[in-house]
């Protein structure tokens, strides 16, 4: 199978600095298959910066300048994304897929990123904030995931420690923690590198490339 997506409960929570530590323990390659958002440094710049090498960067098929859901700022750009043409690459080795926003943020009028992870079969990371509010929103993509039977690798949790939050999480989701990236700072490629060696089992992630 050779990949893993990584997506998330919501956006601006770490889930593109988790995809490039995943992604560099693993030796993978990294792919953002939609860009939404051109203002700022892209997803893929940002894990070029935090130590993924450009060559492990694949191109993104679809870059929006609009800093919104991919089928609003498609929209604005009188772009039509083509969802038969969002399909996992085949690149003879591991690869990172990162989602954009959540697992119900709209790709088209009538497709959600939840709909083509399903077509897609591949073991999923869902990342979760630990602050207030996560144990809901949390859930709630556990059940998005199970209804359509996206496969669940499991939980990665991104900020301050919280046991009780992420210990119910898990609990009444029934999913694997897979641990907790802290904040890093200062956010250098060395530093976030050994943070996510501390915190996850690396080991666990090559057994889902290799199932």
């Known amino acids: 199978m050779s990949s893993l997506v990584v997506t998330g409960t919501d956006t601006g929570m770490g889930k593109t600095v988790f995809c490039a530590a995943l992604t560099t323990a693993l030796g993978a390659r990294y792919w953002k298959p939609i860009q939404s958002g051109l203002g700022e440094p892209t997803d893929s710049q940002v894990v070029s910066d935090l130590g993924v090498p450009s060559s492990m960067v694949l191109p993104e098929l679809y870059k929006l300048k609009t800093p919104v859901s991919p089928h609003l700022s498609a929209r604005i750009d009188g772009v039509e994304i083509d969802i038969e043409a969002l399909e996992v690459p085949n690149i003879g080795g591991p690869l990172v897929i990162e989602g954009a926003g959540g697992l119900l943020v709209p790709v088209t009028d009538d497709v959600l990123y939840a709909d083509i992870f399903a077509r897609w079969r591949r073991p999923t990371v869902l990342c979760a904030r630990t ?17 359509r039977a996206i496969p669940i690798a499991g939980v990665a949790f991104i900020g301050t420690h919280s046991e009780d939050t992420e210990a119910t999480i898990c609990r009444f989701g029934r999913v694997v923690r897979l641990g907790r990236l802290p904040t890093v700072e200062p956010m250098t490629p060395r530093d976030l590198d050994q943070a996510f060696l501390q915190n996850f089992d690396v080991s666990y992630f090559r057994r889902l490339l290799d199932d």
């Open 131 to 147: 602050e207030l509010g996560t144990i809901n929103h949390t859930l709630l993509s556990i059940e998005a995931m199970r209804t």
